[in-house]
């Protein structure tokens, strides 16, 4: 059954122009930034315990990427989260949750203390922050998004918030109703901060909407188009990551349900996957 048509969430995120607040790692601030431009978002980084709560206030949303960790951005992040709870959505990252206990404990401690909205990683990220055993590899997964499914059913309800595993079939789940997405291109994953990428655009099209597994499926759908489209015609890795820009530049509402691949599901049922 296709029940979303992402092309009105990417209308709507363009119109409403959202302005993000990211307390992200540094390996990636530079191009996520350009991913929300690019997408028609405003972002902004900041990541000061002294401003946090401030911009958090400011902002449309919030992106919790713990990619880097230390101890003040943890407080930073909790400060923004308080500040922000009840008033926009709070995205988190949990980047390399499991591969080390810092990362984990971190994880899942955010989780504990602020009512996060959306939580978006890969299926060893998803997996460690239920507290089962999956294999992570620095913070790449070694586990498929599949594998991870039933622990994001049973988390979103636990948690009572959307969960998205990506990989090369990404599931978003609120632990009632399933969304698969099936978009994307292998570059994707030769391209550093490409998971961090998809975060940031779940929360500029949850931002612009008031359904939130809807529009972050739709923003997963958004970005694997787009990387489909930019693979076409570069070299490799390189050209990739200019041509993703300009195609989540160039990309219409239109073109958007033409090409998303959208399934969605009963939790639970594994029949049609």
């Known amino acids: 059954m296709r029940a979303v048509d992402p092309g009105i969430f990417l209308d709507e ?20 930034a350009n991913i929300l431009l690019a997408a028609g978002a405003a972002p902004v980084m900041a990541h000061a315990v002294e401003e946090a709560a401030e911009m958090a206030g400011l902002a449309s949303a919030l ?17 923004a989260g308080r500040r922000a709870a009840g008033r926009i959505p709070i995205v988190l990252d949990p980047v390399g949750a499991g591969a080390t206990s810092f990362r984990t404990e971190t994880a899942r401690q955010l989780l ?38 039933l622990a994001a059913e049973e988390l979103a309800v636990q ?28 570059l994707m994953g030769r391209v550093t901060g490409t998971g961090c990428a998809a975060t940031v655009l779940v929360a500029a099209f ?36 200019v041509a993703l820009l300009d195609e989540l530049h160039r990309l219409t509402a239109a073109e958007l349900d033409g090409q998303a691949r959208i399934h969605v ?3 639970g049922d594994t029949e049609n996957v």
């Open 13 to 32: 995120m363009r119109q409403r122009q959202p302005l993000v607040h990211n307390i992200t790692n540094y390996v990636v601030m530079n191009s996520t």
């Open 206 to 241: 949850c931002a612009a909407s008031s359904n939130t597994l809807a529009a972050t499926a739709a923003a997963l759908a958004y970005f694997g188009v787009a990387g489909e489209r930019a693979a076409v015609s570069v070299a490799g890795p390189g050209s990739f990551q």
């Open 63 to 79: 992106v919790l990427n713990i990619g880097t960790l230390s101890p003040p951005w943890i407080e930073a992040m909790k400060i």
């Open 112 to 149: 504990d203390e602020l009512p996060v909205t959306v939580l978006r990683g890969n299926a060893s990220e998803i997996m460690a922050c239920t507290g089962m055993t999956a294999n992570t590899r620095g913070v790449d997964s070694a586990a498929a998004a599949l594998d991870a499914r």
């Open 159 to 186: 948690k009572r918030l959307v969960v998205a595993v990506t990989g090369a079939t990404d599931i978003v789940t609120d632990g009632r109703t399933t969304i698969l997405v099936s978009n994307g291109h292998p």
């Open 265 to 267: 599901v009963h939790a």
